[in-house]
């Protein structure tokens, strides 16, 4: 029963262009949402992370925008580069939950072309 | 400037051997994880851990155990290994403070024949 959804899993962006991945959840009960970038052969690093009291946080070139009604997240990459190409997971985890463990989505790939 | 570590990188093993999975952490984290990744899926939940001495299962915990002897140290063990087992293995960590990220490791591949 997959609680994060990430139904597209493959994106194609020209650098310099906006990227926007889209995350959908169902579990009204998940309350921190991150994203992850991973690269072939390594493990997932920590992009940015958004609390269920925000709408909005941001970190250089990156946003996620969070619509607790919708149960819809997103991340935007302003201007796209290449070294971003990478698949991004999204992630959600809650907070009674007594091991703070994350729910992942399935997954995007990004590709930033030149 | 180390974080999570994970060894061995690769390893093949045949149907019904065992082996174990090391994950290590230098950030002082209270919380560990066990997650495996399979092609064109997410990161699944195996086993994790609150705190030394304690563990908990997660999403798919069968075919699994896991010790946490050490605050620094996380072990998955396979007991008796199946080709269903084969997948990407990833350890995390994180702190027990609110609303932190976990820090992953690179990841062991395990292939069984």
């Known amino acids: 029963d997959q609680q994060v959804k990430q139904n597209s899993p493959s994106l194609s962006v020209q650098e310099g262009r906006i990227s926007i991945l889209n995350c959908d959840y169902t579990?009204?009960?998940?309350?921190?949402f991150l994203w992850y970038k991973k690269y072939p052969a390594e493990g997932p690093t920590f992009l940015i992370s958004?609390?269920?009291?925000?709408d909005k946080n941001e970190d250089g070139r990156f946003t996620v925008f969070l619509n607790k009604s919708a149960k819809h997240l997103s991340l935007h990459i302003v201007p796209s580069q290449p070294g971003d190409s990478a698949v991004y997971f999204c992630?959600?985890?809650?907070?009674?939950?007594?091991?703070?463990?994350?729910?992942f989505g399935k997954g995007t790939s990004l590709l930033v072309t030149p | 400037n180390a974080g999570v570590t994970q060894t061995p990188k690769f390893r093949v093993l045949k149907t019904g051997q065992s082996m174990t999975l090391l994950c290590a952490q230098d950030?002082?984290?209270?919380?560990m994880y066990w997650y495996r990744q399979d092609p064109g899926m997410g990161l699944r939940l195996i086993h994790y851990?609150?705190?030394?001495?304690?563990?908990a299962k997660g999403e798919v915990p069968d075919g699994y155990n896991v010790s946490r002897l050490k605050k620094q140290n996380f072990l998955l063990g396979l007991e008796s290994a199946a080709p269903s087992q084969t997948s990407v293995y990833f350890c995390?960590?994180?702190?027990?403070?609110?609303?932190?990220?976990?820090?992953f490791g690179d990841g062991t591949r395990l292939s069984i024949l």
């Open positions: 995390a960590s994180r702190s027990a403070r609110f609303n932190q990220p976990q820090h």
């Open positions: 579990n009204s009960m998940f309350d921190y």
């Open positions: 958004i609390s269920s009291i925000k």
């Open positions: 992630a959600a985890s809650d907070d009674s939950n007594s091991g703070y463990a994350l729910n």
């Open positions: 950030m002082n984290h209270e919380y």
């Open positions: 851990s609150v705190g030394e001495g304690t563990t």
